[in-house]
């Protein structure tokens, strides 16, 4: 079972590294289609079709499986690669785009599946802060290396030939990797029975909140972020690249060591979450006064940012797969549906914002948004109650 669980993290950081090559440069890939006050509608527009692919996600899964559902996604997935890279049409390029980044999440959540599967669930701690220690590994190298595609090897174009090339190896490890998982069989639930129970179970409604605070924070920040230091700091790629290194690190150095301070010395997660979501604002909220463009500077603060995001997302992670069975794939997707839901409300508020308000007013508004996390915490159990009700019975 171990073997099956370490080629799974192998597998994870592949295709982690296919998604994080591309992250942090289609928004200034796209303002070459339209204008940067337009692009989040397009990351809208991606998320809307998440949002539809997760929802049916459990319907999705009877109907296919989970192994052969990840196939097809990872075939649609290169695709959609394919029609970024050699068209030149704005409606195909913007098509390609909504599909890569739809199937990238929903690939995601079949992945939470195989990894549930072949965990342990007395090391629930440490194996999801191994995992999304490992993920981060590849978010980490990815700045530098798409800065030098950037600048040396053609451009943008060549990210996403880099990502297909990542991506098509991962789906033919993938191929070998689960010959021998069998699926379990999931739970259908509507989703008024699943927000009624969301509902009952507070904590569970709490904690899925907190994921959508944080996948808001992900919104905002991975589409303005770049815009704002390219267009209006002045940074070039190069830059842009060594600060978003040093931005994402924590995400590498505090993983595990969360996950393990949980499992082992039981620290409280509630605590951890406090500290998180501090930190989070107050940084967030700096961003905003800062005009220099000295990277260290800048990669300090950012660095900041994600110190408090590590800490909420691997505390989080933790509790909710904690609390949940893999059958439970209802649960998992709402839990998921966070991201998409995320991304169509963050550039719709933001293009509401640009109306009124100059760029850098974005990080004020955000850091105000992220102390609304302090609230939903208390809610959160002390102990890792498993045996919840399915909202069936």
């Not at 539809?52 to 695709?79: D, W």
């Not at 010959?179 to 569970?204: A, G, Q, S, V």
């Not at 900041?304 to 989080?316: F, N, Q």
Request: hydrophobic share 50%; with cysteine.
């Amino acid at each position: 079972m171990s073997k099956k669980i370490n080629r799974m993290y192998i597998l994870s950081f592949l295709f982690s590294l296919h998604i994080a090559l591309s992250a942090y440069i289609n928004s200034t890939f796209l303002t070459g289609i339209i204008s940067e006050k337009y692009v989040g509608i397009l990351f809208t527009l991606a998320s809307l079709t998440t949002l539809i692919l997760l929802s049916k996600s459990a319907n999705i899964l009877k109907y296919f499986g989970n192994k052969r559902l990840t196939l097809t996604l990872l075939v649609l997935n290169m695709l959609s690669l394919v029609g970024m890279i050699t068209s030149t049409n704005s409606y195909i390029v913007g098509a390609s785009f909504v599909a890569f980044v739809s199937t990238n999440t929903q690939i995601l959540f079949c992945i939470d599946i195989f990894i549930e599967h072949f965990g342990n669930k007395k090391t629930v701690g440490k194996n999801r802060g191994l995992y999304l220690t490992i993920i981060n590994i590849a978010w980490m190298m990815s700045p530098l290396l798409a800065s030098f595609l950037i600048t040396k090897e053609g451009g943008y174009k060549a990210i996403y030939t880099l990502a297909f090339i990542t991506v098509a190896i991962m789906a033919i490890g993938l191929v070998f990797s689960v010959k021998t998982f069998k699926d379990k069989t999931y739970k259908k639930t509507p989703f008024l029975e699943t927000y009624r129970f969301l509902k009952t179970n507070h904590h569970m409604l709490a904690i899925t909140i907190i994921n959508f605070i944080l996948q808001f924070f992900y919104a905002w920040m991975v589409v303005y972020t770049p815009i704002y230091l390219y267009e209006h700091i002045g940074l070039g790629w190069a830059q842009i690249g060594i600060i978003f290194t040093i931005m994402l690190a924590p995400f590498v150095i505090l993983g595990l060591p969360i996950g393990i301070l949980i499992d082992k010395y039981h620290v409280k997660k509630r605590t951890l979450l406090y500290f998180g979501f501090l930190i989070i604002s107050i940084f967030t909220f700096i961003i905003s006064g800062i005009t220099t463009k000295n990277i260290l500077v800048w990669g300090v603060v950012l660095f900041m940012t994600r110190v408090g995001a590590s800490i909420i997302e691997t505390t989080s992670e933790i509790y909710f797969f904690s609390h949940i069975k893999e059958e439970e794939a209802y649960l998992l997707s709402v839990f998921r549906d966070m991201m998409p839901v995320a991304y169509i409300i963050a550039p719709i508020i933001s293009t509401i914002i640009f109306i009124f308000l100059p760029f850098k007013f974005l990080f004020i508004i955000l850091s105000i948004i992220l102390l609304s996390g302090l609230y939903y915490i208390p809610q959160l159990k002390h102990n890792n109650d498993n045996n919840l009700p399915c909202p069936n019975k």
